[in-house]
């Protein structure tokens, strides 16, 4: 089998140091401008992609604090991301850490690289990361819960969750040294959050009313909104992921297109035929779907894997929507589990198929099957669900006991937008 090119993805860099000893690295004013473009592409996602697309689908007496549940959260991150996440997530360390050489970046020169472009950039890239993953879990947690529980929470989760498994995967730990495939974020961004998400929607309990009220999306047109938004910034997402603007680039570039269009139509025709009629709905959750799906795979697989990839998880996404939210009886109000936890979880093990050099990928390490690979992808997949799902559980139960999870009844009723933070989005 052809040998993986190791620098086409994010865990590459761990290897980078090495290769510098065998030539100078220098800085690529392309690959400069090219990271920074994508790095404004993925905060692009989360502020406002990912608040218009939850905001919608909830009821209009709780958008405003969805909208500043993902604004607020976003900006703790990134101010965490920078005092300790950075040099936890990257530093070099253990299989599960890396040092505190960067705290408060101290330490990095200004014209440091990583790889051939500037390792501020690298921070700011891996930091809308961090940003993304944190919003992506507050669709599971919304119109019920409180505010100053959900900021306890992200300290705790982003600290003990989040930047381990970015270590393990991306910063040379325990995953990286056993040669997981995850390009864009699969297990680090999306099944991490799905899981956390998941465990809270358990613990904090299903909405008053939850199974006898009809809870409707309030605003179809805003979740197409941050559904094309969220479609732009995800090529910085994944194209970025190369670290280069050069042929990986390109591939996961052609992948997400691809990948996208095939899951947007095998949900709305799944749908069709499930329900008689296509919906708006069905067509952008196809379209995150597979946005999901592709990422672990985007810059390993050819063409035709993307393809089969967006196929299998617009048929994922619906099953995990509609069967299994029945069969887990949870209430999870934006589906961050049914479209993010499973479409991460397929596109991840199918990354350890389509990777294959007969199969059009790229290949696999030398030495390495695809049997052997998809055992790997599945022992990441396990470890990323328990260690996120137990940090998840006990951050929850923290901001429990300090300032309580969810608010009372009557605010719930009433809508968190007036309760929480004083404001109505409609003056009707």
């Not at 809270?200 to 409707?216: D, N, P």
Request: charged fraction near 10%; include cysteine; proline fraction near 2%.
């Amino acid at each position: 089998m052809k040998k993986l090119t190791w620098l086409s993805g994010l865990g590459a860099l761990a290897a980078l140091p090495s290769l510098a000893a065998a030539a100078p690295a220098v800085a690529d004013k392309a690959d400069n401008g090219f990271m920074m473009i994508c790095t404004a592409l993925v905060l692009f996602m989360t502020i406002p992609g990912i608040a218009l697309f939850y905001g919608g689908l909830i009821r209009s007496k709780n958008v405003l604090s969805m909208l500043t549940q993902v604004s607020v959260s976003f900006a703790l991150v990134c101010i965490l991301w920078v005092v300790y996440g950075y040099t936890l997530a990257f530093g070099v360390g253990n299989s599960f850490f890396g040092n505190f050489d960067w705290i408060m970046l101290k330490g990095i020169d200004l014209k440091a690289l990583t790889g051939s472009f500037y390792q501020y950039i690298h921070v700011a890239f891996q930091g809308s990361f961090a940003c993304i993953t944190v919003g992506l879990i507050v669709g599971a947690l919304a119109e019920r819960i409180r505010f100053s529980a959900l900021l306890i929470f992200v300290v705790v989760w982003l600290t003990f969750s989040y930047i381990p498994i970015a270590h393990m995967v991306w910063g040379g730990g325990l995953l990286a040294a056993d040669g997981a495939l995850d390009f864009a974020g699969g297990t680090v961004v999306h099944i991490n959050a799905a899981v956390a998400g998941l465990v809270g929607a358990y613990l904090i309990g299903k909405r008053v009313g939850f199974g006898k009220e009809a809870f409707k999306p309030h605003n179809l047109p805003m979740v197409f909104m941050g559904t094309a938004v969220l479609y732009i910034g995800w090529f910085g997402f994944n194209a970025g992921s190369a670290s280069s603007a050069n042929e990986i680039a390109a591939l996961a570039f052609v992948n997400t297109v691809v990948a996208t269009a095939a899951a947007i139509l095998s949900w709305v025709f799944g749908e069709w035929a499930l329900r008689g009629k296509p919906s708006l709905l069905g067509a952008c959750s196809g379209a995150i779907a597979g946005l999901v799906g592709v990422t672990p795979a985007c810059g390993f697989v050819g063409v035709g894997g993307a393809l089969i990839i967006g196929l299998a998880s617009g048929l994922a996404g619906l099953w995990g929507v509609t069967m299994l939210k029945r069969l887990l009886r949870v209430d999870d109000p934006c589906d961050v589990f049914g479209v993010h936890g499973v479409c991460g979880i397929v596109g991840c093990i199918l990354t350890g198929v389509f990777t294959a050099t007969s199969l059009g990928g790229v290949g696999f390490a030398e030495g390495v099957s695809m049997g052997r690979q998809v055992l790997v992808q599945l022992e990441s997949i396990a470890i990323t669900v328990v260690w996120s799902g137990v940090v998840a559980y006990i951050a929850y139960k923290l901001a429990d006991m300090i300032v309580g999870l969810r608010v009372p009844e009557e605010q719930e009723r009433e809508g968190l937008d007036v309760n929480s933070h004083g404001e109505n989005a409609y003056n009707a």
